[in-house]
């Protein structure tokens, strides 16, 4: 089965400083990964996502994340972390079924504190 | 487009009460699924549909219903609410399947405690 993990429940960083949170999948075959980021109180937003192509994936509000095959790895990541992207951070992997529609497979999350 | 809409925002429900959580798109979205979110815990999935009047259960489908009459909404219905089923309630669209890499988009959830 395909599986995510997020091997930090809270990163902590200054304003300015580089954001990166971490996320390892497990698949059989090619991965679908996805980032959502959760404000308080509100829904799940959709950050960005790697089908294929190139392993630098730009997404919303100015994070990226890297797809690394070597490493089983898709980091979420901020060049400048703003106190306003403070959240909580959900990587999510697609898991094949036997229906063919798929799921969603979510990682227990990331909290990223950033203070000014 | 209002997107993906939830009611109620907040319910609070006894142990053995019934209740219905509404879900509504405007996106013409074929596929429409129901989390619940819990601490620690990520997102995990209850039931899923691919259309009208076709259902199909998540990981967690004890305690809840769904049926899908139209394209547009998709409920979830708790027959006989216990504590175990405090949680936040997601319910989530896509335009189709997600085997291709679909994005699905969210829902801003309904907080329900159950005491």
């Known amino acids: 089965a395909q599986s995510v993990a997020q091997p930090e429940d809270q990163v902590n960083v200054a304003e300015g400083n580089p954001l990166t949170v971490k996320c390892t999948y497990s698949v059989s075959g090619n991965p679908y990964l996805f980032w959502y980021v959760q404000y308080p109180n509100r829904g799940l937003q959709f950050l960005l996502k790697y089908i294929t192509g190139d392993n630098l994936v730009k997404g919303s509000y100015g994070f990226e994340a890297e797809f690394n095959k070597s490493q089983t790895s898709f980091h979420l990541k901020k060049p400048s972390a703003l106190v306003s992207d403070s959240a909580l951070y959900f990587c999510a992997v697609i898991e094949w079924t036997t229906d063919s529609w798929g799921k969603l497979q979510f990682g227990a999350g990331t909290q990223v504190v950033v203070t000014p | 487009n209002a997107g993906v809409t939830q009611t109620p925002k907040f319910q609070v429900l006894k142990t053995g009460q019934s209740m219905t959580l509404q879900c509504a798109q405007d996106?013409?979205?074929?596929?429409m699924s129901w989390y619940r979110q819990d601490p620690g815990m990520g997102l995990r999935l209850i039931h899923y549909?691919?259309?009208?009047?076709?259902?199909d259960q998540g990981e967690v489908p004890n305690g809840y219903n769904v049926s899908r009459s139209t394209t547009e909404d998709f409920p979830l219905r708790l027959l006989s609410a216990a504590p175990s089923q405090t949680s936040v309630y997601f319910c989530?669209?896509?335009?189709?399947?997600?085997?291709?890499?679909?994005?699905?988009?969210f829902g801003p959830g309904t907080r329900l405690l159950v005491l």
């Open positions: 549909s691919v259309g009208a009047g076709i259902t």
């Open positions: 996106m013409n979205h074929e596929y």
């Open positions: 989530a669209s896509s335009y189709s399947g997600l085997a291709g890499g679909e994005t699905q988009y």
